[in-house]
């Protein structure tokens, strides 16, 4: 059937296009079915959505970005024509059913998923499929291989490595002093860093308060030869990119399943060469792995992929209890990373000792350390400023300014202190708290909102020492997060005396 494009202002990220409900009827056509949609030499299968409004009977709506990539304009006549149900449908059932996939049923899976033959609602459901009866390591091998082969790969003459955290830990700008530790020396480090998705900053989002982000594959090569470090995002790459469109799905849905976190994390480190992987794992209340014996079942799956791959895979398991320094938000954790790395001897500790801890694993990994010395030789670095020096070089190589000083890094107007209703210790600083306080606040789509955190678990304070402070860039959202954080009192202080019996 013969439609005109009407090309809608939309970016949708999505392979679907709008049909009238009149010219669905006519067609057959249900919500979610597939299409093939033609225009001259392009063809491309979208996903059908309806609608009355959008487009009027024999007009056919064509988001933006998919009008781009088929080089069609408003009012070109383009063909539209029924396309059959993929084949990886029936193994998505089969999965849903409990069964174990071949490598050639789950490829077919990730082909169709990065070719956006399948709809939402089938990706959920692979995603369920997947959280409800797992997977074995053979299919979460033959997952991470798939994801690897439908997108680019990096190839870098020398020995690459690279670390990543598991995430659960507010704060968490370690990468920001790893990566230009382990560049200072003769090793690789190609960090490809996602964006905040639940969290109030991910690395990629801290990184791009100082300098851009999102660069070409070939752009990041040439940064990387030239300065051996970076820190980029990774969703502008292609490198797996099955991994954004299912975390694309996988976000509303507020699932994340142990295997494809697995098969996430270790595709992108094979897809950018890595020799040798640091793995972080934080233990501790609110985190992915809460107790010790969690982190170490779930340390050995990333060992045993890592041998399938052929990738060495070394696990640190750090504590996760708190955030990691002070600074929580991309603006204040940009500003806390540069002044570790201009003093460390006046930063957080757990900043320094998670930095120096991990950068020294990977350091003994690959040889530049004897077993036992690598945590000495990051720390030489890191306080001997050429940690510094390096950040500087990359930063100016990804477009930001190399001589960029703590104080230029603007941060919210709108501020507010919580204060310590009592004196004694701090008993518990909650990260479920703090994340959604700084979220609440405008993290991570605002840079300049987050917590600072001024006591931390086990910190004796007196009563109206300021405990925290909640940094916003509008006033609104600056009252939502104090409302938060009045109902979810993130930081608890208690004296020594709990109760006193009877009670008068």
């Known amino acids: 059937m013969i439609f005109k494009a009407n090309v809608i202002d939309i970016l949708s990220g999505r392979r679907s296009v709008i049909v009238n409900r009149q010219d669905a009827e006519a067609l057959g056509l249900f919500l979610n079915d597939r299409v093939v949609l033609s225009y001259k030499r392009n063809r491309m299968t979208c996903i059908v959505e309806l609608s009355d409004s959008l487009v009027g009977k024999g007009s056919i709506g064509i988001c933006k ?11 070109d006549k383009v063909e539209v024509g029924l396309a059959p149900t993929p084949e990886s449908v029936s193994y998505i059932r089969k999965k849903v059913r409990g069964a174990k996939l071949s490598a050639e049923e789950i490829k077919s899976i990730v082909k169709d998923v990065v070719a956006s033959n399948l709809s939402d609602l089938e990706i959920a459901s692979f995603l369920f499929a997947e959280y409800y009866h797992g997977m074995d390591m053979d299919e979460v091998e033959a997952l991470t291989r798939a994801m690897v082969e439908t997108g680019d790969v990096m190839e870098l003459h020398g020995r690459v490595v690279d670390k990543h955290s598991i995430g659960g830990v507010p704060g ?10 382990i560049a200072s020396t003769e090793l690789y480090i190609p960090k490809t860093s996602s964006k905040a998705i639940t969290s109030p900053s991910g690395t990629a989002d801290t990184m791009g308060v100082l300098a851009d982000v999102k660069f070409t594959l070939e752009e990041v090569k040439e940064i990387v030869q030239k300065a051996h470090g970076c820190i980029v995002w990774g969703g502008s790459l292609n490198i797996a990119p099955a991994d954004d469109l299912f975390i694309r799905v996988e976000y509303p849905l507020k699932i994340d399943p142990e ?27 609110g985190t992915k792995a809460p107790t010790m014996k969690d982190g170490e079942r779930l340390a050995q799956k990333f060992i045993e992929l890592g041998n399938r791959l052929g990738i060495d895979v070394k696990v640190g398991i750090t504590y996760g209890g708190q955030p990691v320094g002070r600074a929580v938000g991309p603006a204040l954790e940009a500003k806390e990373a ?8 006046k930063a957080s500790m757990s900043l320094i000792e998670k930095s120096i801890s991990l950068a020294g694993l990977l350091l003994e990994a690959s040889g530049v350390a004897f077993k036992g010395e690598g945590r000495e030789l990051a720390k030489e670095i890191l306080f001997s400023g050429r940690a ?7 930063v100016g190589l990804q477009g930001g300014n190399p001589n960029v000083k703590p104080e230029d ?10 204060r310590a209703p009592v004196e004694g210790y701090v008993t518990l600083v909650d990260n479920s708290a703090i994340a959604e306080i700084a979220r609440t606040a405008g993290a991570p789509i605002e840079k300049g909102a987050g917590v600072l955190l001024y006591a931390k678990q086990g910190h004796r304070v007196k009563k109206g020492d300021i405990l925290m402070e909640i940094f916003a860039e509008h006033s609104s959202r600056l009252s ?21 019996l009877p009670e008068y």
């Open 259 to 285: 295997s494809q976190m697995l098969a996430s994390i270790m595709a992108k480190k094979a897809a950018v060469g890595a020799q040798h992987v640091v793995l972080d794992i934080p233990i501790g209340r």
């Open 388 to 394: 510094l020096k390096k950040f500087r070089e990359i």
């Open 480 to 500: 939502q997060a104090v409302k938060i954080a009045e109902r979810r009192n993130p930081i608890v202080v208690e004296g020594m005396l709990l109760k006193s």
């Open 65 to 75: 970005d998919l009008a781009e990539k088929l080089e069609i304009k408003s009012g």
């Open 172 to 181: 968490n700008k370690i990468s920001l002093l790893i990566v230009p530790i």
């Open 338 to 345: 540069l002044e570790a790395l201009i003093n460390p001897g």
């Open 409 to 418: 890094i603007p941060i919210g107007e709108y501020r507010y202190e919580i």
